[in-house]
Every structure is written in structure tokens, then in C-alpha cells.
């Protein structure tokens, strides 16, 4: 039986155990944060292959060092679609539609900033380039109001440990519906519509992310989506990928994606199990 190492404890670990040992691979919790290692001592396990690096890179090296086992989205994958900036201009680079958007790394002036906006109609996002779940984006209606969230980014800057100096200033794209599309292996296993409820939007909330309130419905993906979804995760080389895509006004574009994305199986398509399994032994060398 093929031992997979998962180093996340959360619902994908719960959700994968039962399906993919009914395909032969034990799914094993692999803690790789919050705990004490003895880094001259062997590991006791022996694992065949992991399941998405860890989130944190200097524990995700300790397990490497320890294991040097093949990974379903190693550390150049996980770093890759961490880096918000990267993935625009790489998709950008492919020809995948992106919003327009540019990236700023401090330090820089109120000018600079201003110059990066110019041709770009207010309102507009302001996004930390390495976050996720939505913290720290925040939509400036004005010139003021933008230069004000860029002082506190300033004040956030100074500190010496702060290690991604840099943010995103992206175009606003009104009324967007917001899909998170699920590629394994350069194929669509699924996908979901993020919305947030009439209560929320009549209160002026715009985040559609589920960690903020929102809610994800399974939806049907079109196949033009599809295909955006699958030059995405064809274009940055991941095998894995949470891709997700706004619709607004007839324009469909990729905002991010993640490599590190929890597994909703309930709302994928039959065969999903079998895709993931497959991939996972690929991965393994089998």
C-alpha cells in the first residue's frame, strides 16, 4: 500500500483518508509546525510521497531534509502560486487574461504610487502579494484614500522582519461572480461559485472568500472557464490548482490561484478520486 504523507491536519486530511485508501494509498498525518524535531535522529516513518509542501518553507525544508520524498506540489509550486505578483505576470506572459494590475515594492513615494494608478479608474484593490483567505485586501475609492491604506502598509514595511516588502494595486471589477475552478492534472474536476448574501452586499461587503462569510455553491463550470482554468495551471506547471476566476461584464480573468487548495470533494465531479489517486502514484513513480 502506497503511504502518502499529508502535513495538513484540517478537513482535506479527514476528507482524502477513506477514499484514497479505498484505492490502495494510506493517507498519514505528517505534522510539520508546532511541534519539537529531533533533526539527528531518523524518522521513524518511511513515506513513498507527500501531499502539498507545507505551508510554512523553512518546516516544509526540515521535512524535506528528513524524508526526500516526492511531492504532489513541492516547494517551486507552492512558492509559485504564493506569489500573487508572479502568477499575473506569468499568465500575462501566456496570454491568460489577468486584471490589470501592478506591483509595488517598497519603498517608494505617494508619486510613484500615483503613477501607477493613472490609468486605472477608481475604485481599486489593494492586496499584500503573499496573503490569503482575503487578509489585508482592502478597495480604495480615491486617490486619499489609497495613499492612506499605502501609509500603514509603510508603517508594516519598516519593521526589519517584515519579509515581503511588496503589494498589489489591481483594477475593481464590479458586480464580478467569483468561481474557484479545481484542475488535477490538466483536467477540471470541479468548481464552486463564491457569493455572499443579499444581507451582506446590501452592508457594502465585497470579499467573497468563504473564511469571510461567503458561501460556496457547486456549480456547472462552462467550458470557457474551464479552458481558462486549465492554461492557468498548464502555464505555471502545477499539477494541483485552485484557480480562481472573476466574471464581470462578459470578461472572464484569473485573479489567483492556490497550490495548497482544501478539497471539497462533495462538490467536484465523479472521478475526482480516481484523478487525484492517479496523479498521487504518477507523482510516487509508480
Partial sequence: MLR???????????????????????????????????????????????????????????VDGRHAMPWVNGREAIVTSRNKAGVI?????????????????????????????????????VKPNSAARGVGVAKATDLDSLLGIVDYLNLVHDYRATGDQSYLLQE?????RDYRIMV????????????????????????????????????????????????????LDIDYLGVDVLVSDGRAVVSETNARPTIDDEKYADGFWDRLAALIRRTAGE
Avoid: C
Fill in 4 to 62: 502518502l504523507a499529508v502535513t495538513t491536519s484540517s478537513e482535506t486530511f479527514e476528507r482524502m483518508r477513506d477514499p484514497l485508501a479505498a484505492r490502495d494509498i494510506a493517507v498519514e498525518h505528517l505534522q510539520a509546525k508546532e511541534r519539537v524535531v529531533d533533526l539527528t535522529t531518523p524518522p521513524i516513518r518511511h513515506f513513498d510521497v507527500g501531499f502539498v509542501y507545507p505551508s510554512r518553507l523553512m518546516e516544509g525544508g526540515v
Fill in 89 to 125: 505576470a506569468a499568465l500575462s506572459r501566456a496570454s491568460v487574461p489577468v486584471p490589470e494590475t501592478r506591483l509595488v515594492s517598497n519603498p517608494v513615494s505617494d508619486e510613484d504610487v500615483a503613477a501607477a494608478v493613472a490609468d486605472l479608474d477608481f475604485p481599486i484593490v
Fill in 172 to 176: 475593481y471589477l464590479p458586480n464580478a
Fill in 184 to 235: 488535477v492534472d490538466g483536467t477540471v474536476v470541479g468548481g464552486v461559485e463564491r457569493q455572499l448574501s443579499d444581507d451582506a452586499r446590501d452592508a457594502g461587503r465585497w470579499k467573497h472568500n468563504v473564511h469571510r462569510g461567503a458561501t460556496a455553491t457547486a456549480v456547472d463550470v462552462p467550458d470557457g472557464l474551464r479552458t481558462l482554468a486549465v492554461d492557468a495551471a498548464t502555464a
